[in-house]
């Protein structure tokens, strides 16, 4: 696309990286550092603090920040947290669900997959059977927003039973902290793995894990299962040293830090509800125009939507006729990739940019069904 085509602002409905508000923008061209020097520290630890506090820890919590993106951290939880003896029961109800065994499994984690199937609530009853039938599961891995359907999971609940159970839970809580109640405190989470470029609306590159300080500690007695992923490492070297083990992304620490005090200063309730606000319009827009929405209300988080695709209509073509009209929407993944497509509602999206995606989405529809093979697009699954 040449630049006279291009539109001015291109709305990305695509669940993470997110619009970016101006201020985090200008962040990146923040001032050059060296990270071995003592102002990358103070930004560092700074960061780590606030990182902290928007995931609900208390003063006894702390955050290791990790240059790679949210995956990096889910990893990082997994693999250092999980001992030489224990395993992992993972709670499978999407694509990023299933993703936890796949994390565990290269590692040789010894990882139990229970399948609730796509789009289904987690069952904290077959939950509870498996961990009574295998002692050695010592760490339940779950989702908080499964982003391949939209569906929030009660991790809260599934908490307070692996408790009860003695063990403890990873949470891969990537596409909703900063947006949905999840507190490390209140909740007891043991791991929570997060990215900046999501509902916490920084700048791609980062990634971090919290939990309790004296967790990460107890990390020196267990097996190194990775050099660049071990938490132990990298703990050892934010909190100890006040220096990263490794190189990392400065200019993305610069636009982290603001992108936070917009995020502490909105608060999670407030941006929730400012979330919430522009997915009920979405939704409510949506279903006027005779679509249909996966989940049910009151299952779904507030920042993704997942719509099934308009008879005849494929997603490259929607995508790309989309595109042209400066909104970019998301294919959905493998069993769901046929029939939906996704949107995201989380940034700096505003009620204008949902209303005009909604008026150029009627406009379009009739369009489509009428040409349905139309279209090449730039988006690759
Ligand atoms: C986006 C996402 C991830 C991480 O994806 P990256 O491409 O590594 O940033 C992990 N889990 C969930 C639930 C996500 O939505």
Request: aromatic share 6%; charged share 20%; glycine share 10%.
């Amino acid at each position: 696309m040449t630049t006279d085509e291009q539109p001015q602002r291109l709305v990305l409905m695509n669940p993470g990286p997110v619009v970016t508000d101006d201020r985090v923008r200008a962040a990146l061209s923040g001032p050059d550092m060296c990270h071995r020097e003592r102002d990358f520290a103070t930004l560092m630890t700074r960061v780590r603090s606030k990182v902290t506090r928007i995931s609900g820890g208390g003063a006894d919590h702390t955050a290791v920040v990790l240059t790679g993106s949210g995956t990096s951290a889910v990893e990082a939880a997994i693999v250092s947290a999980v001992p030489a003896h224990g395993g992992l029961l993972v709670l499978d109800n999407g694509h990023y669900g299933h993703r936890l065994h796949e994390i565990a499994t290269p590692y040789g984690i010894r990882s139990r997959r229970l399948e609730f199937g796509w789009g289904t609530p987690l069952g904290l009853g077959a939950v509870e059977r498996a961990l009574r039938d295998d002692q050695r599961l010592t760490h339940v891995g779950v989702v908080h927003h499964e982003t391949s359907t939209g569906m929030l999971n009660d991790v809260a609940a599934v908490a307070a039973l692996a408790h009860r159970h003695g063990r403890e839970v990873v949470v891969d809580a990537v596409s909703s902290v900063g947006c949905e109640p999840l507190s490390l405190e209140r909740d007891g989470i043991d791991w929570l793995a997060g990215s900046a470029n999501k509902c916490l609306e920084g700048a791609p590159g980062l990634s971090f894990v919290c939990a309790r300080r004296d967790a990460f500690v107890a990390l020196a007695t267990w097996p190194r299962r990775t050099h660049y992923l071990d938490l132990h490492r990298h703990f050892t070297a934010q909190e100890k040293a006040g220096a990263p083990a490794f190189t990392p992304a400065v200019p993305a620490f610069h636009a982290f830090d603001i992108a936070l005090d917009l995020a502490l200063a909105e608060g999670v309730e407030g941006r929730r509800a400012r979330y919430a606000a522009l997915a009920g319009r979405l939704r409510e827009g949506l279903t006027r125009l005779g679509l249909r929405l996966l989940l049910p209300d009151g299952q779904r988080a507030v920042g993704l939507t997942a719509v099934r695709l308009p008879d005849e209509v494929g997603f490259e073509a929607l995508h790309s006729a989309l595109r042209a009209e400066g909104f970019v929407i998301y294919a959905a993944q493998e069993q769901l990739a046929q029939g939906f497509f996704r949107l995201s509602t989380m940034g700096q999206l505003t009620g204008d940019d949902i209303e005009r995606f909604l008026a150029t989405l009627a406009r379009l529809l009739p369009r489509l069904t009428a040409a349905p093979s139309a279209g090449t697009t730039g988006a690759v699954r």
